[in-house]
């Protein structure tokens, strides 16, 4: 017989962000109902306006806040009332837009810690070469003031890499990062072999959401728009871009 569309749907989907409404212990209503499905296998592009909610989307996706409303299911799990390391214990990795820095702690130490398994020092050459930085020159260094902000960042991203996530946030990868490690970038989150879980990236990057999957556009706290790339790419940076589709309507 044939299969009922919806009882497929949800067995393929991996991450659901179910009505998520979050507000600031002051009141201020941060995100009002967001609805965001993330398939295995997919990478969703979060963009929209500053102060528009996708950096608050994002720690609830990571368990750094929690939603005032709604719920976030993980494989059909509600996952909603656990923590960060709860979260990162059923795979899901979330890389900040400023990256921590880690005192006394080596580049490849915290590598070998996110892995959670010993790898050869040749895979981790391997991934750090994959995010455009020469293994042999970072190793040994400290994940301290010694380093840049973009290396940092490209450091983190090769970390994420090397956990092996079953679902992957990343708040602006682009962030302090220069052009051509940004190439690189483009051709690591485009690679669907390295993410076979759920991807989720919050970027004002044109470039990165030309190879997404789904793009969703989080405006004044509400998701605008959400679709397939080529529907929503043309609307963004069309005649009518830079307009939020919210702008000058009733709350």
């Known amino acids: 017989?044939?299969?009922?569309?919806?009882?497929?749907e949800r067995k393929i989907q991996m991450?659901?962000?179910?009505?998520?409404?979050?507000?600031?212990?002051?009141?201020?209503?941060?995100?009002?109902?967001?609805d965001v499905?993330?398939?295995?296998?997919?990478?969703?592009?979060?963009t929209g306006?500053?102060?528009g909610g996708k950096t608050s989307l994002a720690k609830l996706v990571a368990g750094l806040e929690t939603p005032t409303s709604g719920r976030i299911l993980f494989d059909g799990e509600d996952i909603t009332g656990l923590d960060i390391t709860q979260r990162a214990q059923r795979g899901i990795a979330y890389a900040f837009q400023q990256p921590v820095r880690f005192k006394g702690v080596t580049v490849e130490e915290l590598m070998q810690m996110a892995a959670g398994e010993q790898c050869s020092r040749e895979e981790l050459c391997k991934l750090l070469s994959q995010v455009g930085?020469?293994?042999?020159?970072?190793?040994?260094?400290?994940?301290?003031?010694?380093?840049?902000?973009?290396?940092i960042?490209?450091?983190?991203?090769?970390?994420?890499l090397a956990r092996k996530p079953r679902a992957a946030v990343f708040d602006e990868p682009e962030a302090g990062i220069d052009l051509w490690s940004f190439d690189k970038l483009i051709q690591v989150f485009g690679d669907r072999d390295r993410w076979p879980g759920a991807l989720v990236l919050i970027s004002h990057q044109r470039r990165l959401m030309e190879i997404a999957d789904t793009i969703g556009v989080v405006c004044q706290g509400?998701?605008?728009?959400?679709?397939?790339?080529?529907?929503?790419?043309?609307?963004?940076?069309?005649?009518?871009?830079?307009?939020?589709?919210?702008?000058?309507?009733n709350d």
């Open 1 to 8: 017989g044939a299969v009922c569309p919806a009882a497929e």
């Open 15 to 34: 991450l659901q962000l179910e009505h998520l409404a979050w507000r600031l212990p002051g009141g201020e209503s941060i995100l009002k109902g967001v």
């Open 37 to 46: 499905h993330v398939p295995k296998g997919k990478l969703v592009v979060v």
């Open 49 to 51: 306006p500053n102060g």
């Open 133 to 151: 930085l020469c293994a042999r020159d970072y190793l040994g260094r400290e994940v301290g003031n010694g380093l840049s902000g973009g290396e």
């Open 153 to 160: 960042k490209r450091v983190e991203i090769a970390t994420v």
């Open 222 to 249: 509400r998701l605008a728009d959400i679709g397939p790339r080529e529907q929503i790419l043309p609307r963004l940076f069309g005649e009518k871009s830079g307009q939020c589709p919210w702008d000058g309507g």
